[in-house]
């Protein structure tokens, strides 16, 4: 099973340079996620999505988007990349609706933005 | 006040030791609640669920206190292998997981 397929593994962007993180889970799941993690912080929420077509901000949006055309991939954006968006990007993914709220992570993205 | 609360720990335990984790949170009409392992660098793994009335999977135990608003994570018999971060997850809201920042254990040979 792939579950949660991240890439890239690790990225390197100079300031102001845009590039997509993508995701893609083969789980049927309607819930999928975007955080990041930086040191000594707990994972933070930047987007979500509940299925095609829908979308919503978390708790970090800014300078990032996401959409959503089908039920298996949920790209990130980052539309000009800043030092402060250095991060390790994690991308989930889980029922929703269903018995079962457990997420399950990709492996991640580290970024550097130099 | 954080939502979700962890001592950051770390805790350095002896191989057979038993320890125990606590993890507050804020919000009292929180649904759901996990305990997720991180290892250095890697992706959070689910390590348990938390059930009200408790629940156990081989060496590690979950609780959880509504009145008290925290859950508990002990682990008997400590291996070397248990060396980890230990994330405590709170389901808030529908959509809304919050995260602790993780609380790191050592268990020394």
């Known amino acids: 099973n792939a579950g949660v397929t991240q890439t890239p593994k690790f990225q390197v962007l100079k300031t102001g340079q845009s590039m997509t993180l993508q995701c893609a889970q083969d789980m049927n799941h309607e819930y999928m996620s975007w955080y990041r993690q930086d040191p000594g912080m707990g994972l933070r929420l930047i987007h979500y999505s509940v299925g095609a077509g829908i979308t919503d901000q978390g708790e970090v949006p800014n300078g990032y988007n996401v959409s959503r055309s089908t039920t298996e991939d949920f790209p990130l954006r980052l539309l000009s990349a800043a030092p402060s968006q250095t991060s390790v990007y994690f991308c989930a993914s889980s029922e929703y609706g269903g018995k079962s709220d457990i997420q399950y992570f990709g492996a991640g993205t580290r970024l550097s933005v130099l | 006040r954080k939502e979700v609360e962890q001592d950051p720990g770390p805790f350095n335990v002896p191989e057979g030791a038993t320890v125990a984790f606590n993890c507050t949170y804020s919000?009292?009409?929180?649904?759901?609640f996990f305990w997720y392992r991180q290892d250095c660098r890697k992706e959070p793994k689910l390590l348990m669920s938390?059930?009200?009335s408790g629940n156990e999977d081989g060496r590690f135990t979950a609780q959880l206190n509504r009145a008290s608003q925290y859950i508990s994570l002990l682990i008997r018999d400590s291996k070397l292998s248990d060396s980890a971060t230990y994330l405590c997850?709170?389901?808030?809201?529908?959509?809304?997981?919050?995260f602790g920042t993780g609380t790191r254990l050592k268990v020394l040979a």
């Open positions: 997850v709170v389901k808030a809201e529908a959509y809304k997981y919050i």
């Open positions: 919000n009292s009409a929180s649904q759901s």
């Open positions: 938390v059930y009200s």
